[in-house]
T-cell receptor, first 117, second 113 residues
Framework: AQKITQTQPGMFVQEKEAVTLDCTYD???????LFWYKQPSSGEMIFLIY??????QNATEGRYSLNFQKARKSANLVISASQLGDSAMYFC??????????????FGKGTKLSVIP | AAGVIQSPRHLIKEKRETATLKCYPI?????VYWYQQGPGQDPQFLIS???????DKGSIPDRFSAQQFSDYHSELNMSSLELGDSALYFC????????????FGEGSRLTVL
């Protein structure tokens, strides 16, 4: 079964508008972390925001916020005031277990966001 | 601030040749990860090292091997290259504590002809 599901292969948003990118996850762990990464056409993976499973408040980082609904196992990314430079592929990822050691990220299939002027 | 350094950035090889990718993690990071991202695909975990020991293995083909050296840099060795190995190969590193965020390098793009 897919551990991370991103149901929107592509999204369009008008410049200066807000947009929500969906992400649902599947895990039986109590401790886990959820991440969003941005991948522009140049290819690098840029960390945007993190939400821990025990965090009671939704994470925010500048124009990015994470709408975390634990009971529904969803971790949607909200980008406010979209800019042309936000056009990119966005990946939701999960790290199961917390603590030292190697815990690799599992990625969703990604959502390609296009910002329209 | 220092980031994860990968080399080479671009590599072109023929089928059945061998390729080696290098990764220099962020200083004091103790874990290195290798990911493979095919065209239009999500990154797939290959292998990771924690304190220079292999810690997790993902979908890494038997033709590939990797190691982490005493200075914490890592190398991914790929032999008998196939057309399907053409991909963007990411190295990432993470440190102790914190969120466990992976810091990615800019990737090495391998093209197999």
């Amino acid at each position: 079964a897919q551990k991370i599901t991103q149901t929107q292969p592509g999204m369009f948003v008008q410049e200066k508008e807000a947009v929500t990118l969906d992400c649902t996850y599947d895990t039986s762990d109590q401790s886990y972390g959820l991440f969003w990464y941005k991948q522009p056409s140049s290819g690098e993976m840029i960390f945007l925001i993190y939400q821990g499973s025990y965090d009671e408040q939704n994470a925010t980082e500048g124009r990015y916020s994470l709408n975390f609904q634990k009971a529904r196992k969803s971790a949607n990314l909200v980008i406010s005031a979209s800019q042309l430079g936000d056009s990119a592929m966005y990946f939701c990822a999960m790290r199961e277990g917390l603590g030292a050691g190697s815990y690799q990220l599992t990625f969703g299939k990604g959502t390609k966001l296009s910002v329209i002027p | 601030a220092a980031g994860v350094i990968q080399s080479p950035r671009h590599l072109i090889k023929e089928k059945r040749e061998t390729a080696t990718l290098k990764c220099y993690p962020i200083p004091r990071h103790d874990t290195v990860y290798w990911y493979q991202q095919g065209p239009g695909q999500d990154p797939q975990f290959l292998i990771s090292f924690y304190e220079k020991m292999q810690s997790d293995k993902g979908s890494i083909p038997d033709r590939f091997s990797a190691q982490q050296f005493s200075d914490y840099h890592s190398e991914l060795n790929m032999s008998s290259l196939e057309l399907g190995d053409s991909a963007l190969y990411f190295c990432a590193s993470s440190g102790r504590g914190g969120t466990g965020e992976l810091f990615f390098g800019e990737g090495s793009r391998l093209t197999v002809l």
